[in-house]
């Protein structure tokens, strides 16, 4: 392996092991996912490039045996639908549809049900199967909505952040950092004039006094940067926007996130 990638793979590695021991999981577990992912991943590449994904094949690209593989391929990994998926379109569908805005084109106060308006249509239309009653009393204990007068609804925050010690927040490592990679990837592997943004700001020799008002400005500014990202790409989902022409159909996005962490030893300031 290059030294390079080792190097790369460790710190990948080192920060998810840190997860994972607090999660109590086994050595043994995370080599048998990651033996399934290689497997999944050979045979994918294979498949796409037009070559036969046999399993004498994938055995000697990933220098598994041929029964390893065999059980591998017919395994099969549980996919969680993340529940905080539908919570995001139903407030993305409060905060952009124009039949739950008021005249100033914010979004209304809700009956729950019956006049129209009402949070269960909005609840109906944007997300899926899950009842109305559910969908509040999620919104509420992530403190996105409360009731008002008559038990009309109303919209308290336009962000959703999972709690602390949600699910949703594991969901959120198996999506946003696959998504990273692959980014990372893509520029690996193309021209630079074809590679996506990937940009990160970072300075090595700050007090940490400073840092509190560090996080309140990135909070602020990154926060009205994706509502922007956000209501564009809103108005280019078919999902919301049916006229939208086009072919093929394709998930696009940007992520934003913070780090802080403790230098070791003194280095020169950087920017990447």
Known sequence: MNTILRAALYQI???????LYRKGVAFGEFTQLAKQAYVDVVEDELTSSGERATTTRIAVITGLTRKEVTQLRQAEITEVAPRFN???RVLNGWLHDANFLDREGQPAVLAFRGA??????LVQRYSGDMSSFAMLDEMKRVQLVDTVDEGAVRLLSATYIPDTDDEAQLQLLGSDVSLLVMTINHNLIVPSDERYYQRKVSYNNLPQEVLPAFRSFVRKDAHQLLLRFN????????????EIQGTGRM??????????????SKETSHED
């Open 13 to 19: 590695l080192k920060s998810l092991m840190r997860i």
């Open 86 to 88: 539908r919570v995001l």
């Open 116 to 121: 129209e308006p009402s949070f269960e249509q």
């Open 231 to 242: 209501q564009w790409l809103y108005q280019h989902d078919r999902d919301h926007s049916p």
């Open 251 to 264: 998930q696009a996005g940007v992520g934003i996130y913070y780090f802080e962490q403790p230098m070791a």
